[in-house]
């Protein structure tokens, strides 16, 4: 599966904005698809995941309540609706896919075997 994030911009502080994520057609079953995220000087840290299904769902705790999660699979789009952005949410956001069930929504990088080149997300304060 092949991955084009966009959508990444510079915003103040409590603003919002929304991530895309296009895939290429697949001959997997049911992909998981995800975002990540990797601030300056930190390490790459999950923010969200959805399932094939669109029911199943997780996201970081650092997020909760702000961020969205959301697929369209007719469209082969993912999203990710960011609101109340924090300037400590600046980060390069991955979005990526992995193999596997219909109803699970994957959470481990490892479980992840597609990323896209990411795009660039700048809160300021």
């Known amino acids: 599966v092949q991955l084009q994030a966009s959508g990444g911009g510079l915003v103040q502080a409590g603003g919002s904005l929304r991530l895309s994520c296009a895939y290429s057609?697949?001959?997997?079953?049911?992909?998981?698809m995800g975002w990540f995220r990797q601030a300056p000087g930190k390490e790459r840290e999950f923010v969200a995941s959805?399932?094939?299904?669109?029911?199943?769902?997780h996201y970081a705790d650092s997020v909760k309540g702000r961020f969205t999660i959301s697929r369209h699979n007719n469209e082969n789009a993912l999203y990710l609706q960011m609101n109340s952005l924090k300037p400590e949410d600046t980060a390069l956001y991955y979005c990526?896919?992995?193999?596997?069930?219909?109803?699970?929504?994957?959470?481990?990088?490892?479980?992840?075997?597609?990323w896209g080149q990411g795009t660039l997300v700048t809160v300021s304060s």
């Open positions: 959805v399932s094939w299904s669109g029911r199943r769902i």
């Open positions: 057609s697949h001959t997997w079953s049911y992909p998981s």
């Open positions: 990526a896919a992995g193999r596997a069930r219909y109803e699970e929504a994957l959470y481990r990088e490892a479980d992840f075997d597609s």
